[in-house]
């Protein structure tokens, strides 16, 4: 089964920390993505990345940033965090299909607060 | 981009019966998926159906999809109390480079 680790469950940072959310996906996938989720407004895409130091904008990627240098690890950078970027995280990863219907795998997520 | 949007937006349902629920989109699609997210969890695949089918079954799942409408329908039977999740449609549109469009989410209880 596909694997995807997201290295923390819960992460607590104060305003202006620089803050790493790291994901691992060990089935070989081109594909990963990074979302948040917030009560009411679903899952939004923040980056994704087709391949290895390729990165793409979502949906809302500003205070945001993010780092492929190796297919299975991709990093979510928050530079310098705010109370509003308090969220649940998902990272997912799929394969690449041609014509599209690829599903994503998803984390177990990491729920950020910042203070 | 678009989203697909759910509706109803929670359920509450005796273990046995059948949960229904329902999701729209605005544009044209390549396919559309449901997932499934356990409290505090992240979300798991459940079905995909694509823009020429109109009908799918997984198990207990049949998820229905009417294009003219633009709209999609999850039907769980025979729900039991684990079961209990909220549940996201996805939209993958044309053009849309193969990212995933996802609605709001539909919770359901299922009371044993």
């Known amino acids: 089964d596909v694997k995807v680790t997201q290295s923390s469950r819960y992460l607590v940072k104060r305003t202006g920390e620089k803050v790493f959310l790291e994901c691992v996906q060990d089935m070989d996938h081109e594909n990963m993505f990074w979302y948040r989720q917030d009560p009411g407004l679903g899952l939004r895409l923040i980056y994704f990345s087709y391949d290895v130091k390729m990165k793409e904008k979502g949906d809302i990627p500003e205070g945001y940033s993010v780092s492929r240098e190796k297919k299975e690890r991709f990093s979510l950078i928050l530079e310098s965090a705010s109370t509003n970027q308090t969220s649940m995280y998902l990272c997912a990863s799929s394969t690449h299909l041609t014509g599209g219907g690829e599903k994503l795998f998803f984390g177990s997520g990491t729920q950020l607060s910042v203070l | 981009s678009q989203q697909g949007e759910e509706d109803p937006q929670a359920l509450s349902i005796q273990e046995g019966e059948n949960a229904t629920m329902n999701c729209s989109y605005k544009t044209s699609i390549n396919n559309l998926q449901w997932y499934r997210q356990n409290s505090g969890r992240g979300l798991v695949h459940l079905i995909l159906?694509?823009?020429?089918?109109r009908e799918k079954h997984s198990g207990r799942l049949r998820v229905t999809l009417d294009t003219s409408k633009k709209s999609s329908s999850l039907l769980i039977t025979a729900s039991r109390a684990a079961d209990t999740a909220s549940y996201f449609c996805?939209?993958?549109?044309?053009?849309?480079?193969?990212?995933?469009?996802f609605g709001k989410g539909n919770q359901v209880v299922v009371i044993p």
């Open positions: 996805a939209t993958d549109t044309l053009g849309g480079n193969n990212r995933l469009a």
């Open positions: 159906i694509r823009s020429n089918e």
